[in-house]
C-alpha cells in the first residue's frame, strides 16, 4: 500500500514558509495533506487598504495559496501547477487578527485541477470564498523549483509503501 509520506509533507511545509512573499504577508502554511491545507494570515496594517479594511489582494492570495497546496499531495513528485484563474468572492471585512484559510481539492485531472477555499475569522465567520483553476506541468513550477528558490534541503520521497502484516 502506497501513503503520503509525513516528512515529504513536513519538509514542503517548512520550505514554502521560507518564502519572501509568504513571510510578507505573515501568510504560514500549517497543514496540508490528502484534498486539504490549512493556511493562516496574521493580519497586520501592511493587509490593509486605503479605508482600514482587509485589502482583496490578501484575501486572494492567501485563497491561492490554500486552493494549491490543496491539491499538492496528489500530484506525481516530478509534476507542478501553475495556477490560470482564480475566483474570489468576497464575504466580510476584517481589520485585524488571524485568518484561518482551509483549502480543499474539488477535482484532480492529468492536465488541469480545480480547489476551493474559505478565509474564516476565529469565530468561524466567512470572510472570503475562492475557486482556483491549475494546469498541471510537467517539469515547470514543480516542488523542486521552490527548493531551489527557498534554499530548502533535499525532499525526502513523497510517497511511501507500507507493509501490511
Not at 511545509?13 to 491545507?37: C, Q, R, W
Not at 492570495?61 to 513528485?77: F, G, N, P, R
Not at 474570489?88 to 480545480?114: A, F, N
Amino acid at each position: 500500500m502506497i501513503s503520503l509520506n509525513p516528512d515529504h509533507v513536513q519538509t514542503v511545509i517548512n520550505a514554502i514558509n521560507e518564502s519572501p512573499y509568504f513571510k510578507h504577508l505573515s501568510m504560514t502554511v500549517k497543514d496540508m495533506g490528502i484534498g486539504y491545507s490549512v493556511v493562516e494570515l496574521d493580519m497586520g496594517n501592511e493587509h490593509l487598504n486605503p479605508f482600514g479594511g482587509i485589502h482583496g489582494g490578501a484575501y486572494a492570495s492567501v485563497i491561492d495559496t490554500a486552493a494549491y497546496w490543496a491539491t499538492y499531495c496528489e500530484l506525481d513528485e516530478k509534476v507542478g501547477l501553475i495556477s490560470i484563474d482564480l475566483k474570489i468572492d468576497y464575504l466580510s471585512p476584517i481589520r485585524d487578527g488571524v485568518i484561518t484559510t482551509k483549502g480543499r481539492r474539488i477535482k484532480m485531472g492529468k492536465s488541469m485541477c480545480l480547489a476551493e477555499a474559505t478565509a474564516m475569522n476565529k469565530d468561524n465567520k466567512w470572510l472570503a470564498h475562492g475557486t482556483s483553476k491549475m494546469m498541471v506541468t510537467r517539469g515547470l513550477q514543480t516542488i523542486d523549483d521552490a527548493l531551489k528558490f527557498t534554499g530548502s534541503k533535499a525532499l525526502p520521497p513523497k510517497f511511501i509503501t507500507l507493509n501490511k502484516g
